[in-house]
């Protein structure tokens, strides 16, 4: 099993910029991807961002351009840069991994809030 710890959320105005990290640790070896997922209140989980481990990025659109999805491997740590944000951005991050083996794992959650 993969445990995940996040951090890096809080409150900014629109178009401010906020960085959130997601620290693995467990079974690394058997992650396949990590990524980003977001739950506004009264919405379904969706995705936001994806990396494999062959570096295949895949992005919401509403996002495209506007956040970067990282990682540092010697770190086990995901990165999810967010620029330009919006209030419709407002939303619980989850991290998320998926793995050649174990099922996936989420963290629990951090708040970002988006308003002026």
């Known amino acids: 099993q993969v445990q995940l710890v996040e951090s890096g959320g809080g409150l900014v105005q629109p178009g401010e910029t906020l960085r959130l990290s997601c620290a693995a640790s467990g079974s690394i070896g058997s992650i396949s991807s990590m990524g980003w997922y977001r739950q506004a209140p009264g919405k379904q989980r969706e995705l936001v961002a994806t990396l494999t481990n062959r570096g295949n990025t895949n992005y919401a659109d509403s996002v495209k351009g506007r956040f970067t999805i990282s990682r540092d491997n010697a770190k086990n740590t995901v990165y999810l840069q967010m620029n330009s944000l919006k209030p419709e951005d407002t939303a619980v991050y989850y991290c998320?991994?998926?793995?050649?083996?174990?099922?996936?794992?989420w963290g629990q959650g951090t708040q970002v809030t988006v308003s002026s």
């Open positions: 998320n991994t998926e793995a050649y083996w174990g099922g996936p794992s």
